[in-house]
C-alpha cells in the first residue's frame, strides 16, 4: 500500500463512502507500523459533490480529459498574444465543450447511483473553466484526486460572460501609425499584462488563505475523528468490563445457588445422623432391658 494507490481509490469513491474507507486504510497504514503513510492519508480531504463529478468525469472520458487540456494551452495562448479572432473562435468551443462535459459529468454521476443537481454541473463547469485558464489547475484536474471545485482564476474570462474584446486596431489602419499609435498599443499591452498580473496576485493571495483555512479545517475534521474513535473504544471497553461483570455476576449466583444446595444437603444429613443416632440410643436401652 503507498499514498499513491490509496488515493487513487479514494477520489474514485462517492464522498459518503470516502471517510470510512480512508478510515481503514489509515488503520492499515498504523497497523502495519508507517505512521508516516497513516498520517498523510489521514489528510486527504472529503471530496465535495461537485469535485467527485469532476473526478468520475475525469476517470471515465480520457479522450475527453487530452482535448480539453489542449483548448486550454491554445486560449491561454491565443490571450498572451492578443489574437482576437483565434481567441473568439477558441472561446465558442469552450462554450461548447464545457458545456457538453459538465452534462456528461452529471450524467455519469446518476449512471453510478449518485444523481447530482444543476448547481453541481454548474460547479463542474466552473472547474473546467479553471482547467481551460491555468496550467496547474488543468493538472490537478486531469489527476482525478480534487477533493473541491476548482475557480478559474481573475482576468480570465469564462465563454460564458461574453464574446472576448476585439483585437486592437492594425497600426496600418491608424492616423498615427507611423508615430504615437504604435507606442500607444504597446503601452495598453503592458498596462492589460500589469493589471492581470496584479489580478493574478491578488487571486493566489485569496487561494493560499483558502488554502490556510481548508488546513484548519483538516485538522478539526482529523481532531473530530480522533476523539470519535477514542469515543468507540471507551465504548468498547465499557462493553466489555459490562460483559465482564456480567460473567462474574453469573458465577457469583451460580455459586450461590450451590451453596445453597449444600448446606440444605449438610443440614438434611445432620437430621438423618441425629435422627440414627436417636434409633440406635433407642435399639440399645431396649436391648438392655431384655437382659
Known amino acids: 500500500m503507498d499514498l499513491e494507490s490509496v488515493t487513487e481509490e479514494l477520489y474514485g469513491l462517492h464522498p459518503q463512502d470516502f471517510t470510512a474507507a480512508r478510515g481503514r486504510h489509515v488503520a492499515a497504514a498504523r497497523t ?18 461537485s469535485a467527485w463529478a469532476s473526478n468520475v468525469l475525469v476517470r471515465a472520458r480520457p479522450d475527453e480529459v487530452t482535448s480539453l487540456l489542449a483548448l486550454g494551452e491554445g486560449l491561454r495562448q491565443a490571450h498572451r498574444d492578443l ?9 465558442r468551443q469552450q462554450h461548447v465543450v464545457v458545456s457538453a462535459l459538465a452534462r456528461e459529468a452529471r450524467k455519469l454521476a446518476a449512471e453510478a447511483g449518485h444523481p447530482v443537481s444543476e448547481e453541481v454541473q454548474r460547479e463542474v463547469a466552473e472547474t473546467l473553466h479553471a482547467a481551460l485558464a491555468d496550467p496547474e489547475a488543468a493538472q490537478l484536474w486531469a489527476a482525478g484526486h480534487l477533493p473541491k471545485p476548482l475557480a478559474a482564476p481573475v482576468g480570465f474570462t469564462p465563454a460564458e460572460g461574453g464574446a472576448p474584446p476585439s483585437p486592437a486596431p492594425s497600426v496600418r489602419d491608424s492616423p498615427d501609425a507611423e508615430g504615437n499609435g504604435g507606442a500607444h498599443k504597446r503601452e495598453q499591452k503592458a498596462e492589460r499584462q500589469r493589471k492581470l498580473a496584479q489580478a493574478r496576485k491578488e487571486a493566489r493571495a485569496a487561494q493560499e488563505q483558502a488554502d490556510a483555512r481548508e488546513g484548519e479545517l483538516r485538522q478539526a475534521e482529523t481532531d473530530s475523528e480522533q476523539a470519535a474513535a477514542l469515543l468507540r473504544e471507551a465504548e468498547r471497553q465499557r462493553a466489555e468490563l459490562a460483559r465482564q461483570l456480567e460473567t462474574v455476576e453469573q458465577r457469583e449466583e451460580t455459586a450461590r445457588i450451590a451453596a445453597h444446595q449444600a448446606q440444605t444437603q449438610a ?16 435399639a440399645i436401652a431396649r436391648a438392655e432391658r431384655s437382659v
Open 32 to 49: 502495519a507500523g508507517d505512521r508516516a503513510l497513516a498520517k498523510k492519508v489521514q489528510t486527504l480531504r472529503r471530496p465535495t459533490l
Open 83 to 91: 489574437e482576437g479572432g483565434r481567441l473568439r473562435e477558441l472561446s
Open 267 to 282: 443440614e438434611a444429613a445432620a437430621r438423618a445422623a441425629d435422627h440414627a443416632r436417636r434409633r440406635a440410643g433407642e
